[in-house]
């Protein structure tokens, strides 16, 4: 399990745009769904580790693909 520090929702939401991901719903946080898979992004500057690590869980990515996308 890597941890990633730094990370953005606009990272996030860019990076999950790359493999197919789009948004589906703006708010305090961001909905997004490749037609399979559904994720929720928080609306931060800095997103938490833990909660970085479940969005890629979500999204069906490994960290090493997740951090190839970034």
């Known amino acids: 399990m890597t941890l990633f520090t730094d990370v953005s ?3 996030v939401v860019n990076a999950l745009q ?3 991901f789009k948004v589906i719903k703006q708010d ?3 909905g ?3 037609g399979t898979y559904r994720v929720t992004i928080p609306r ?4 938490n580790s ?3 690590q479940r969005i890629i ?3 069906d990515l490994t960290d090493e693909q ?3 996308l970034l």
Do not use: A, C, P, Q
């Not at 931060?44 to 997103?47: D, E, P, Q, V, Y």
């Open 57 to 59: 869980k979500d999204s």
């Open 28 to 30: 305090k946080h961001i």
């Open 32 to 34: 997004m769904s490749d």
């Open 9 to 11: 929702s606009e990272r």
């Open 44 to 47: 931060h500057k800095r997103l």
């Open 50 to 52: 833990y909660t970085l």
């Open 66 to 68: 997740f951090k190839n």
């Open 18 to 20: 790359k493999v197919g």
